[in-house]
């Protein structure tokens, strides 16, 4: 429930306009998704950014849904796309394993795998794709640096700061940390593009 501006919540027909979406979802609704076997799947997990959604599946993958104007749904950026009229609920399959979890930050999401590994999309521009270059991507990609060979089995995300937790109990984080949310943050620790 909630804004629906952008079609976050998927898409929901309003009963005077068949042609248009309801901006506001006021009491729980079910969302569809493209499922190929409705009624042997099951939703594990779904998280919220500002305007788009992301719904990890047992068997079928992960859905993103809304507003994608910075690749955050993981699929090309449509140039004028109109998303309080979208109907799109996009299947994400870029991913090398088994997505296990998913968050979304403010424009951007990450994806853990049953491989330890972290994936990115979306906008860049203050590190938080952990890339390590300021731009949008528009399709899943996997992160390096520090996390080049390291398992990780937590992600966390809040606006445009981001955090993971190795199985050894490391902490990694990446993003934008004007509050100091990554209090080790110095001029060494910064990357320059």
Known sequence: MGLNKDSQLGFHRSRKDKAKGYEYVLEPSAVPLPLDRPQETQVLQVSCGRAHSL?????????????NSYGQCGRKVVENEIYSESHKVHRMQDFDGRVV???CGQDHSLFLTDKGEVYSCGWGADGQTGLGHYNITSVPTRLGGDLAGVSVVQVATYGDCCLAVSADG??????????????SVTDSTQYDT
């Open 170 to 183: 490391g902490l990694f984080g990446w993003g934008n940390s004007e509050y100091l949310q990554l209090a």
């Open 55 to 67: 719904v990890l599946t047992d068997s079928e993958g992960v859905f993103s849904m809304g507003n």
């Open 101 to 103: 979890q998913v968050a």
